[in-house]
């Protein structure tokens, strides 16, 4: 989604919500954080987090990578970025939206330590991965245990995710077969469950 003038400004006010790399003085790539409070947008509720920690949650709203710097790994460096810039302000949950068919960019937030909690229709009804990662979890890894029933999906097959995620597994890697990506998704152990882990039953 593209975002306005109006919209940047109010981003550009909030301290540390932009974080941006320069090549030779021009714009590279960029990063935006938006705390989101208790608005009705708040992908916490896409996850059934409580009240409280939804005064908690921030989001990933955007990364941006200059088409001639693409490749280097930016959005993964900036991405970390901003996490280390969130575990020192208080924030404990992060969320952001990836779309199927951008497994680049899923991938690289995946390996930051986030993870697939829902797949749900946003933006006028774009499908989007909702990806949640919890400010103590390590930048990569699982962030909690798991019972290593894993299932690897077309990142397209939006029904067959949704019925998996319905049943307690969350999305963690992807891998490229052929030009087509797969997704695995593994099952979330109970004993990891708890009110900084949202589980979707």
Known sequence: MPHDEEYLSRIFQT???VLGVLAEEKLAAYSIIRY????KDNLGRDLNLAEEDLKKLAHLQAIAV???FRGCGLQRELAAAHLQVLESSGYEHICCTVSPKNPVSLNNLLSCGFRVRALNPKFAGWWRYILYKNVNWPMTGTGMAATGDETAITCLNIECQRELIQRGYEGYRVEWKGEKSEIFYR?????SMDSSSPFIP
């Open 36 to 39: 989101p409070g208790m608005e």
């Open 15 to 17: 301290e540390l919500s």
């Open 187 to 191: 099952k979330r152990s109970t004993s």
């Open 66 to 68: 200059h088409p001639h």
